[in-house]
């Protein structure tokens, strides 16, 4: 709030002093009477020289983030848009410099129209400039919202899903496999469940419990859950990467990677990397083993908005070397038939509510984690609606003005 206030003061107080000494250049006589000049005169000057490289250079941005498949990138976005924009302004200013110039008769509502606005072009470029911007806020903040993952977009391996239908975490480690006959008849499962199991691959991975990395969580973790990924999940090439060091073989296989002793190479989903363990690719995370010993979990790839972010990924061997005392699996990422999908979730959580197994469809997982961050996004919509709306006011305040002036 005080920062914010400052910054407040600060502007405030140097539009006043730019306006007080433009107004100081014109003589009082002209001030007293009403006919002060337009104290923007160079604007349509500048405005030539920026309009078109602007305008140019966003297209290139676009059409950069168009063919390397980058379009999605914020800064790219960002970049293009702010250029667009500013491109837009300076040839609206053009426009008003040579629509001052008219001195053909007026035949048309758009001829008085480019008059009148030309008349003030200080006026109207701030009128513009005002509900130029709010707009670009909201329909920026706008599109980043997600649409819901559906069912069946749910079934790439490239999307948030991995191609998961169901995610679950157990309270009780299970040791025993439900991938075969014999794991499940030692786990108690019904014939109904066992039928289910038989067609829905189950990737059963060990964990060591730390906290929630997600933006479920309001606290900062020190240290994540980790999740020793098998060979079996790193040969599925699941998820999407938006970020990796250079390896050969893929990103996954960066988690076989040697870094020296103490080192552990992590994968972790971006947005719990970001904003909730403010970590990059390439910075450690440190933290102790199972004996006390300090190790650095190294982020070596970040992956798109996905069912994983509340944990963070390491070689199944690597947590072996390091936690030898934790057996068994608790978190899983389950196939399911299509169609299947509900079925097999009310199954286990029935036939393994003695393990605290909890289970949940991976769109429903990732509808949860953006639910957060669409209410961000609401808020920020709801600001620039604000701005929209002073920007109107502001609109109707120069065009009274003008009526006023026009009057005199």
Known sequence: ???????????????????????GRIPARALLSGSAPDLHTSTPRVARLVATPASVLSALIMGYGLLTGAAASPSLFFASGALALVGGLAHFATWLGRAGRRRRELRATIDLSARSAARRPSRSMLSATLIACACFVIVAVGLNRHAPLSREEARDPASGSGGFALVAEADIPLHHDLNTPEGR???????????????????????????????????????????????AFISREAFTFTDAIDGAGGPWEL????????????IAD??????????????DLVTTNEVG?????????????????????????ALRANFPGRS?????????????????????????AAYGFD??????????????????????????????????????????????????
């Open 1 to 23: 709030l005080a920062l914010g206030w400052g910054i407040s003061v600060v502007v405030v107080a140097s539009a006043i002093a730019l306006a007080v000494r433009r107004l």
């Open 255 to 266: 988690l076989r990677r040697d870094f020296g002793p103490g080192v552990i190479p992590a």
């Open 185 to 231: 008849f030692e786990l108690g499962l019904a014939a109904k469940a066992e039928s289910l199991l038989a067609e829905s691959p189950v990737l059963a991975l060990r964990t060591v419990p730390g906290e929630d990395a997600s933006c479920l969580n309001l606290h900062r973790p020190s240290v994540p859950t980790l999740v020793g990924v098998t060979d």
């Open 293 to 317: 010993h300090q190790i650095r979990l190294r982020l070596v790839g970040m992956l798109a908005t996905s069912v994983l972010q509340s944990v963070m990924l390491v070689s199944d061997d």
């Open 359 to 408: 289970a949940m469809p991976t769109d429903a997982k990732l509808a949860q984690f953006r639910a957060v961050e669409d209410t961000y996004l609401s808020t920020f919509q709801a600001l620039g609606g604000l701005g929209l709306l002073l920007g109107t006011a502001g609109l109707a305040v120069v065009l009274l003005r003008n009526m006023i002036r026009s009057e005199e």
């Open 270 to 283: 971006a947005n719990s990397a970001q904003w909730i363990l403010h970590i990059g690719v390439g910075d």
């Open 328 to 352: 068994g699996a608790a978190f899983f990422l389950i196939d399911a038939p299509p169609g299947g999908a509900d079925d097999l979730l009310a199954a286990l959580e029935g036939g393994l």
